[in-house]
């Protein structure tokens, strides 16, 4: 029964379940496209320093933030438009809400009762403290191929810059820039180890939903108690 649930959590109630899948090839092929278009900025400007080609990849990864966002924000408007808030934003707690819904209805069908919820909320995690080593050695492995490449490039931008106010100041804004770049892509990341190296992290996710779910239906066991003058547990208030 736990493999079937988190079979069930992977296959139907991730984001990339449940919105990512839903791109169409038009749409992959304009991040793709935009993709290979940082990178090629980025080596062109190392090849040649004319920060003209910085300033390309700086607009590129600026558009292929926005165009995430948007792409994922329409099919959200599509699929679940309660959820949808405008253009490029939509409800994290609808979303989360939903997906607690999707899970307890399948816990339903599949003849799963309230307290049995904890115990497989026990489980799952589990489950997950035994994938914790490969995910810190993708971690690892990620921060050790990544920091060189960064150290370089900062030391490259100052030495080819240093008598140039503004070039430097551009550099070191683009630098910036990318830091917040890389937090925004970081979904991408775990994804990617998520779906190849571990499930530690979707793991943890599942019991998190676990969890919420049993004091839902705690409360709900308890209130009509609580209405005959019980006092309800704290999580319930």
């Keep these: ?72 924000a329409r099919i ?21 809400k939903m997906t607690n819904e999707k899970l307890k209805t399948r816990l ?35 921060g050790l191929l990544f920091t060189p490449i960064w150290y370089s490039f900062i030391d490259k931008t100052f030495d080819t810059y240093k008598n140039d106010l503004l070039y430097l100041s551009l550099a070191l804004g683009f630098a910036t820039f990318m830091v917040v770049i890389i937090s925004i892509l970081i979904p991408m990341f775990i994804e990617i180890r998520d779906s190849i190296f571990t499930r530690y992290n979707s793991l943890n996710k599942l019991g998190e939903l676990l969890d919420d779910l049993f004091i839902e239906w705690e409360c709900t066991a308890v209130a009509s108690d609580s209405c005959r003058g019980a006092t309800p547990p704290k999580f319930c208030e």
């Design 76 to 96: 959200i408007k599509k699929i679940y438009p309660d959820i949808y808030i405008s253009t490029f934003k939509w409800s994290s707690i609808k979303f989360r």
């Design 108 to 142: 339903i069908q599949i003849g799963v009762e309230h307290n049995q919820v904890k115990q497989i909320s026990e489980l799952v995690k589990l489950k997950a403290d035994n994938e914790r080593i490969p995910y810190i050695v993708y971690a690892t492995t990620l």
């Design 1 to 72: 029964m736990k493999e079937e649930i988190i079979e069930y959590y992977n296959n139907e109630l991730t984001f990339k379940a449940l919105v990512l899948r839903h791109r169409p090839f038009w749409q992959r092929t304009i991040l793709i496209v935009v993709l290979l278009s940082i990178d090629v900025s980025f080596i062109t400007f190392a090849i040649t320093n004319s920060p003209y080609f910085l300033a390309c990849g700086i607009a590129f990864a600026m558009l292929i933030v926005r165009l995430s966002l948007y792409f994922n």
